[in-house]
């Protein structure tokens, strides 16, 4: 089993809907968590980080988070076409922060 | 604030030689990070460098090798390459160790005939 699993997608949401992206993971030792955007041919960018269970909110994104069941939510409101990319989670045990480990990522198509 | 810088962006080898790739991280960033993008394996994690000491290394053979220098640019190596590694090579910057939030850099695209 994968340590992070997420659906491949794609997944596609018309224009000003909320987008839900979902993660698991196996290793309950799992201490931190990260949501990256990657557009076609660029590098990641850090969308959104969350450390402790609940929800965290940051504009039109929110990442949930519940460490009992081992999942990973990114939510993203009123989609937009310029959404439209790959969504990779990514976690982290306990002192290795700089060592993430990655999803498959979800492809996000976001139609107008 | 200018971004982390890889070099060279892209390059093509054969099989059995050596490839040294450059990341310049972020000015006062000291933590760098490596990380390979295949289609197939995603992102996998390579190694970790802060002040010059590697923190973390990833599950790859020993021909992949770092390092960190004392103005924080890093370097990564590949030796006797093979076809499988042909892939892209992302460096990441972050402020501190021990954080998963990374800057990335464009990669470097590595193609091995």
């Known amino acids: 089993q994968k340590e992070v699993e997420q659906n491949s997608g794609p997944l596609s949401v018309p224009e000003g809907a909320i987008a839900s992206l979902n993660c698991t993971y196996s290793d309950r030792g799992s201490q931190s968590f990260f949501w990256y955007r990657q557009y076609s041919g660029k590098s990641p960018e850090l969308i959104m980080s969350?450390?402790?269970?609940g929800d965290k909110e940051d504009g039109r994104f929110t990442a949930q988070l519940n460490k009992a069941s081992q999942y990973v939510s990114l939510l993203i409101r009123d989609s937009q076409p310029s959404d439209s990319a790959t969504y990779l989670c990514?976690?982290?045990?306990?002192?290795?922060?700089?060592?993430?480990?990655f999803g498959q990522g979800t492809e996000l198509s976001v139609k107008p | 604030k200018a971004g982390v810088t890889q070099t060279p962006r892209y390059l093509i080898k054969t099989r059995g030689q050596q490839v040294t790739l450059s990341c310049s991280p972020i000015s006062g960033h000291r933590s760098v990070s490596w990380y390979q993008q295949t289609p197939g394996q995603g992102l996998q994690f390579l190694f970790e460098y802060f002040s010059e000491t590697q923190r973390n290394k990833g599950n790859f053979p020993g021909r992949f090798s770092g390092r960190q220098f004392s103005n924080s640019r890093s370097e990564m190596n590949v030796s006797t390459l093979e076809l499988g590694d042909s892939a892209l090579y992302l460096c990441?910057?972050?402020?501190?160790?021990?954080?998963?939030?990374?800057?990335f850099g464009e990669g470097s695209r590595l193609t091995v005939l």
């Open positions: 969350i450390y402790s269970n």
């Open positions: 990441a910057s972050s402020f501190g160790a021990n954080t998963g939030e990374l800057f």
């Open positions: 990514a976690m982290s045990y306990y002192n290795q922060g700089g060592k993430l480990i």
